[in-house]
């Protein structure tokens, strides 16, 4: 409903805007068609930015490719810990963990990771009723643009935008803030994991600080949701993160990495457990 909303939003303003323009002379028109357009755009990035409310984990995970980092085995959630996870908090947060492990190893191309993740998540999707988004044509999609990085966050980020907006049409708020939670989570534990010293890799503190201002806005989106016992614990189990980002300015110290990296460990061991 929030997409189909959104495009008739945007088609009515276009609409509109081409109306109020055909009075206008040439010149008139054509100036006032490159604020409206630009209106268009603000509107369409806002649309965006609360169907899924903070950067997905593949857009994140993107950043470490880009910085050419490495990647390590067995650094993700184990794909056979799918069968511990029996309740909907726990199936919700994990759906959204694995759908940063399966960023991480589409981004680096790992196959039968790939394979293995996808599996994990189509179990999840189905115990959350979302099958139909996790069908054999997304490791299709996958593999026919492994070599093209943009257009496989693409791909992630309309699956997780997809989940996000599924659960959310379905009254389901607070299992779809879970999902963003899981994959928020994993995506900055892959993140400061990636090197045992990850504070000499160049642009990580970068990424980080970016990942603080995504915390900052998924706690703001939360605040309408805390009565649902799930969601408010896992809220509640971010207070070590929550506690590490209140004290950073806008550069970081090999201490503050460090922190950031285990505050995020004690809540990922949680989540996976």
């Known amino acids: 409903m929030k997409n189909k909303l959104a495009v008739a939003i945007i088609s009515v303003l276009i609409f509109s805007i081409s109306g109020l323009t055909s009075c206008k002379n040439r010149s008139e028109k054509l100036k006032q068609k490159k604020i409206e357009l630009e209106e268009v755009q603000t509107i369409k990035d806002e649309i965006k930015r609360n169907v899924y409310p903070i950067p997905t984990s593949a857009e994140v995970i993107k950043m470490l490719s880009d910085l050419g980092v490495d990647y390590i085995v067995d ?32 981004l680096y191309d790992n196959q039968q990771e790939i394979l293995n993740y996808l599996n994990a998540i189509r179990s999840l999707s189905n115990e959350l009723n979302m ?39 379905n009254d389901q708020q607070a299992l779809a803030l879970l999902v963003v939670g899981g994959a928020w989570v994993e995506g900055m534990y892959l993140t400061t994991h ?10 990580i503190s970068g990424v ?16 309408n949701y805390t009565d649902d016992p799930g969601l408010n614990e896992f809220i509640k189990s971010l207070d070590p993160i929550k506690n590490v980002y209140a004290g950073l300015s806008t550069s970081l110290t090999q201490q503050n990495i460090t922190d950031i990296a285990q505050a995020i460990t004690e809540i990922r061991n949680k989540i996976v457990s």
């Open 194 to 203: 990636v090197s045992e010293a990850a504070y000499h890799i160049a642009g």
């Open 75 to 106: 650094i993700s959630n184990p794909p056979e810990n799918v069968k511990k996870y029996f309740t909907s908090t726990k199936q919700a947060t994990n759906l959204g963990a694995y759908g940063a492990d399966l960023s991480y190893a589409t």
């Open 131 to 169: 099958s139909e988004i996790y069908d054999e044509s997304l490791y299709e999609k996958i593999k026919d643009n492994v070599d093209n990085k943009d257009s496989l966050v693409n791909i992630l980020t309309t699956v997780f935008n997809s989940t996000y907006a599924h659960l959310s049409e």
């Open 208 to 223: 980080l600080l970016k990942q603080k201002e995504s915390f900052e806005r998924y706690l703001e989106i939360t605040q």
